[in-house]
């Protein structure tokens, strides 16, 4: 079997991965141009070589942050400093490209209504792989939907994992089986779509049936973002953000908040350059 098809196997199975491309070298390196390594979610190179102990433990190291962070980087390793470069003087100097290719993540929703169906649209929207849970589901209701489960509480053809983020709009019905399943398998994001009372109700529950607090205090309960939120199809566009923000490494402040310090710099700068320009004209 040769590298790319042990890649294609493991995005079958949907494994993380990263593939490392050595794409220039510089002076004495046991790889080559070209060379290439699959490195697997622990680290582990599964086949190829980019290289003996100078570089083999960096690009494992970084592929794990390029797995982790789901950013490609280009990367150089200089083996001829012991001190400043990757720990010892092989010679040489190599780029390695490290590209990590994750599995398409997974939209859970559990439960019926306007707000069910606008969220796998959007999910959809978003390249999700959306899985609807719905008893009473119609391909109509979910037509972008990946897969329908049409079970009444049957999750045994999910896999619950941290590729997995869960919106439960059940409107009561099983909701704390729902949670309880989610956390266990470690989702990514676990949403009751439910108000502030009730939310309460079911995690106070789930607090006296054992489940540890810190698993309890992952649940988003109410579901989503403050922004107003009215209609089904607002609440299911908070929801998204909240998921968004959460994968991407957001923070859900408003841009013009953000991006405050940044605009007033960059305006002070031009204000500084236009003032400049004038006085050169005028002299």
């Given at each position: ?82 001190v ?15 590209e ?38 119609e391909?109509?209701?979910f ?28 409107l009561?019905k ?10 266990e ?51 299911a ?20 908040k ?21 006085d050169?004209?005028?002299?």
């Amino acid at each position: 079997m040769d590298l790319y098809s042990k890649a294609a196997e493991f995005e079958a199975q949907r494994k993380p991965f990263a593939i490392a491309t050595v794409v220039r070298v510089e002076g004495s390196s046991s790889a080559r141009r070209g060379s290439k390594a699959l490195i697997d979610s622990q680290g582990k190179i599964v086949m190829g070589w980019v290289g003996g102990g100078c570089a083999e433990g960096a690009v494992r190291s970084e592929a794990l942050k390029c797995i982790r962070t789901e950013k490609p980087e280009l990367i150089t390793l200089d083996m001829q400093d012991e001190v400043l470069g990757v720990g010892m003087p092989c010679g040489g100097i190599m780029d390695v490209y490290i590209e990590p290719v994750l599995p398409q993540p997974e939209l859970v929703i559990a439960g019926h209504g306007r707000i069910a169906e606008t969220l796998a649209n959007l999910g959809h929207l978003m390249n999700f792989s959306v899985t609807a849970h719905d008893p009473l589901a119609e391909r109509e209701n979910f037509p972008n939907a990946n897969r329908i489960i049409n079970k009444d509480f049957d999750v045994t053809e999910i896999a619950f994992g941290p590729g997995t983020f869960v919106v439960i709009a059940t409107l009561h019905k099983n909701d704390h089986l729902w949670l309880q399943r989610a956390l266990e398998g470690e989702a990514a994001y676990v949403a009751l779509i439910a108000s502030a009372h009730r939310s309460r109700l079911v995690l106070d529950f789930l607090l006296a049936e054992g489940m540890p607090a810190d698993k309890v205090e992952r649940v988003f309960a109410p579901a989503g973002l403050e922004i107003g939120a009215a209609t089904p199809e607002e609440i299911a566009l908070s929801i998204m953000s909240q998921i968004v923000a959460l994968r991407r490494g957001g923070n859900a402040v408003s841009l013009k908040k953000a991006g405050a310090v940044e605009t007033e710099v960059a305006q002070q700068s031009f204000s500084d350059k236009v003032i400049r320009q004038c006085d050169a004209s005028k002299s």
